[in-house]
């Protein structure tokens, strides 16, 4: 069973950085399409970032383009979301998500919130 744990989420002001880390228990490398959703309050999921392998593609939800980064490191199994410039809009809760095999893996989120 594949299991993924996000870390880095905390209180943040507004124009500050965080960075969000996902630990995966099995080799990222194994995995076709890794990414980043998001939740806020009485929101649906939204997408913010993805990698889909097969095609190099990296995609970013038009408002984190520019500020957020993706990225993997696969030594440590683990992807890693930078969100510079954060914005209140920002808050939410961040899931990192794996697909491989025809089966979707979700991690249980870590909050971010961006407030002065």
């Known amino acids: 069973q594949v299991q993924l744990v996000e870390s880095g989420g905390g209180l943040v002001q507004p124009g500050g950085p965080l960075r969000l880390s996902c630990a995966a228990s099995?080799?990222?490398?194994?995995?076709?399409?890794m990414g980043w959703y998001r939740q806020a309050p009485g929101k649906e999921h939204e997408l913010v970032a993805t990698?889909?392998?097969?095609?190099?593609?990296?995609n970013y939800a038009d408002s984190v383009k520019g500020r957020f980064t993706i990225s993997g490191d696969s030594a440590k199994n683990t992807v890693y979301l930078q969100m510079n410039g954060l914005k209140p809009e920002d808050t939410a809760v961040y899931y990192c998500?794996?697909?491989?095999?025809?089966?979707?893996?979700w991690g249980k989120g870590t909050l971010v919130t961006v407030s002065s």
């Open positions: 990698y889909i392998k097969y095609f190099s593609s990296i």
């Open positions: 099995s080799r990222i490398s194994s995995f076709y399409v």
């Open positions: 998500t794996a697909s491989s095999s025809g089966r979707d893996y």
